[in-house]
C-alpha cells in the first residue's frame, strides 16, 4: 500500500507538470471526451490545446513528499525517474508524428535528471534543514536544465520557465537570468509551500525561508511591472516594414512539379498583393508630402527615387517551397517570385529554403535574400539540426530515411548571420533555433535589432506541440529584449515586442499575412551581456552540495 501511495503521488505530480504546459491529447482520447460533451481543464477553443499555467508552482509537491517518505535515494531517484518518464511521454506527445519510438527513447534519456532531482531531495530531506531544501533543490533544478543544453543529445524543450510564457511580469526576469532564473522561482514557490504544509526543519525556520522566498517572488513581480512600462515608453522608428506569409498548408509532400505549383499558388498572390498594397502605400505617401512641401515653399520638388525611403522585407517560412535554391544561378527561381518584386518598390524577399551556398553538394536548409536586382544572397544556415528529422545520426546502421527532398541528410551550418536593411540589422533563424538561447546570444552581441524565425511545423500532428514550440520565442524575446517575427507554414505565425507581449498572431492551418513596423525599439539586456552566469553559479553551488552531502552520507554508499 505505501507503494501504491508514492505511485499514486507520482502521477499526480507527472500530470500537474504536463498540464502546466501547453497540451493536446492524441484524437483516440480526445473524440469519446468531444462526443461526452467534455473537454480538458484550461482547454483553448480553437486553439486545440489545453493549458494550466499555474500549475507549475504546486506540480513538484508531490513528488518532494514521496522522497519525503522514502527510506533510501536509490528509491527516490526511482520514484523521480517515474515522474519524469510519465510527464515527458505525455508532454513530448506530439513527436508521435515520426512515430512511438522517438517518444520512448527522448522520454527514457530525459528522465534521468528528475530522478537525479529526486535523489538529491531525498538526501536534503533526511538532513531535516529548511535552508538547504528551500534553496538546494531550486539550485539542483535550474543546474539541470542548464546542462541539458549542451552537447549532441541537448532538448531543453521543457524547461519550467517556458510554462509561464504568458505571465509577463514573472518573466521580465529573464533579461538577468535567462528561462533559468524563470525556472528557479518556480521551483523555489514549491519548496517554500512544501515547508509551509510540512514545518520541515522546525516551525520557526520553515515560515522564515518561506516568506524570504516569497519576498524574492514579490521582487521579481515588482521588478517585471517596472521593466514592462519602461519598454512600453522605447521610441520606434519605422525604417523597415516586416510582413509575414503564412501558406497555411503543409509540406509532407514528395518533391514534385504538381508540389510546388501548389505552394507557389498560395504564397505569390498573397505576397504580390501586399508588396502592391505597400508600394500604393509609398506613393501615397509621396504625393501627400511633395503637396505638403509645395504649400510651404511655393513649388513642387522634383522626385528622383524612394531611396530613402522604408523597406518592405517579404518574409516566407521554411520549407515554404520543395525547390532547390543555389544562389549562383538566380534564373532558376520560379519567375512569379521575380514578378512581383520587380514591380514593388523597396521590397525584398527572405525565405526558406534549401541551398548550396558553400559547396554545390553540400545542401544547407537556409535562409535566403531574394533581392529585386536578381541577387539571391544567402544569409544563414540552421546550424543545429533535428535528429531523425533532417539528420540521421549513425547513418550506417540507420537507413530507412527517406525525406522528401531526396535521401541525403541536410548539412550544418556553422555560424549565425544578419541582412541589413535601411541600417536595421535583422536576423534570421531557423525552427529548432528557438530552443537554443546562445544563438540569438551572438546575433544580440553583434548588435541584431530584429530576429526573425521562420518554421516549419506542419508535420506537428497535435496543436500542444506547436504553442509549445512558440512559446519559447516569448523568452527569447524578453531575455535579449529584441522583438522578435515568426513565420510558420501553417501557424502559429506572431510578433513578440521586447516585453514578451504578442501583439500580433496568426491562427494556424489558414493562409495568413502580418505586418509590423520594426525599428530599432530594441532595449539592453543584462543576460546578453552576461549570459549564463545566474545558471552557471547554480550548476556550482549544486555541485558543492551533491559532494558535500556524499562526504556526508560516505558510509551508506553512494546511493
Known amino acids: 500500500m505505501p507503494v501504491l501511495i508514492s505511485i499514486t503521488a507520482c502521477i499526480l505530480s507527472a500530470l500537474l507538470l504536463a498540464f502546466a504546459f501547453p497540451l493536446s491529447l492524441p484524437p483516440e482520447i480526445m473524440q469519446p471526451l468531444n462526443q461526452a460533451g467534455l473537454s480538458l481543464p484550461g482547454w483553448q477553443a480553437g486553439a486545440g490545446y489545453a493549458q494550466l499555467p499555474w500549475l507549475a508552482f504546486i506540480a513538484l509537491l508531490p513528488l518532494i513528499w514521496v522522497c519525503r517518505r522514502t527510506a533510501s535515494p536509490a528509491g527516490a ?5 517515474l515522474t519524469g518518464a510519465l510527464w515527458l511521454i505525455i508532454h513530448l506527445d506530439w513527436i508521435g508524428s515520426f512515430g512511438i519510438a522517438p517518444v520512448i527513447m527522448l522520454t527514457l534519456f530525459f528522465s534521468m535528471p528528475t530522478a537525479l532531482f529526486a535523489w538529491l531531495a531525498q538526501r536534503l530531506l533526511q538532513e531535516h534543514s529548511a535552508a538547504q531544501l528551500c534553496w538546494g533543490l531550486p539550485l539542483a533544478w535550474t543546474a539541470m536544465e542548464y546542462l541539458r543544453s549542451f552537447g549532441f543529445w541537448a532538448l531543453p524543450w521543457n524547461l ?8 509577463l511580469k514573472l518573466i521580465q526576469l529573464a533579461d538577468i537570468g535567462g528561462v533559468f532564473a524563470v525556472s528557479f522561482l518556480i521551483v523555489l514557490v514549491n519548496c517554500a509551500l512544501f515547508l509551509l504544509l510540512s514545518q520541515h526543519g522546525g516551525s520557526r525556520r520553515a515560515w522564515g525561508h518561506s516568506l524570504l522566498a516569497a519576498g524574492i517572488v514579490t521582487a521579481a513581480l515588482g521588478y517585471g511591472d517596472w521593466r514592462i512600462n519602461e519598454l512600453d515608453n522605447l521610441p520606434r522608428e519605422q525604417r523597415v516594414q516586416i510582413a509575414l506569409v503564412q501558406g497555411g498548408v503543409d509540406t509532407k509532400g514528395r518533391w514534385t512539379g504538381n508540389e510546388l505549383q501548389r505552394m507557389l499558388g498560395v504564397y505569390e498572390p498573397a505576397s504580390q498583393k501586399l508588396a502592391q498594397n505597400w508600394s500604393e502605400e509609398r506613393r501615397t505617401a509621396r504625393e501627400e508630402r511633395q503637396t505638403d512641401d509645395a504649400a510651404d515653399d511655393g513649388f513642387l520638388p522634383d522626385f528622383q527615387g524612394p531611396l530613402d525611403e522604408p523597406q518592405l522585407l517579404l518574409v516566407w517560412p521554411e520549407s515554404c517551397i520543395p525547390k532547390r535554391v543555389e544562389p549562383e544561378y538566380p534564373d ?13 518598390e523597396n521590397t ?7 541551398a548550396n551556398p558553400h559547396d554545390a553538394d553540400r545542401w544547407e536548409n537556409t535562409a535566403v535574400l531574394i533581392r529585386p536586382d536578381h541577387v539571391i544572397e ?3 544556415s540552421k546550424v543545429r539540426l533535428v535528429a531523425y528529422g533532417e539528420v540521421v545520426p549513425f547513418r550506417r546502421l540507420v537507413k530507412f530515411l527517406d525525406y522528401p527532398w531526396g535521401s541525403n ?4 551550418g556553422r555560424e549565425t548571420g544578419a541582412l541589413e536593411l535601411r541600417g536595421v540589422r535583422i536576423s534570421p533563424l531557423v525552427c529548432y533555433d528557438n530552443v537554443f538561447s546562445f544563438l540569438f546570444m551572438r546575433e544580440a552581441r553583434r548588435g541584431t535589432d530584429v530576429f526573425l524565425l521562420i518554421s516549419n511545423n506542419s508535420w506537428y500532428d497535435l496543436k500542444g ?3 509549445q514550440h512558440a512559446n519559447m520565442d516569448v523568452l527569447r524575446a524578453v531575455e535579449h529584449r529584441r522583438p522578435l517575427g515568426r513565420v510558420s507554414t501553417t501557424g502559429w505565425s506572431h510578433f513578440i515586442d521586447p516585453s514578451g507581449r504578442i501583439i500580433q498572431q496568426s491562427a494556424t492551418d489558414e493562409l495568413a499575412t502580418l505586418s509590423q513596423w520594426e525599428g530599432r525599439s530594441s532595449a539592453d539586456s543584462a543576460y546578453t551581456h552576461i549570459g549564463d552566469l545566474f545558471a552557471q553559479l547554480c550548476l556550482l553551488a549544486s555541485f ?12 551508506e554508499g553512494w546511493l
Do not use: K, T
Open 77 to 81: 531517484a526511482g520514484y523521480g525517474y
Open 160 to 167: 519550467l520557465g517556458y510554462s509561464q510564457s504568458n505571465s
Open 332 to 344: 532558376d527561381l520560379p519567375l512569379g517570385i521575380w514578378s512581383f518584386l520587380e514591380q514593388a
Open 348 to 354: 525584398s524577399l527572405l525565405m526558406g529554403a534549401l
Open 378 to 380: 544567402w544569409i544563414y
Open 409 to 412: 541528410d541536410i548539412a550544418a
Open 465 to 467: 506541440g506547436i504553442r
Open 544 to 555: 558543492l552540495l551533491c559532494i558535500r552531502v556524499l562526504v556526508a552520507h560516505r558510509s
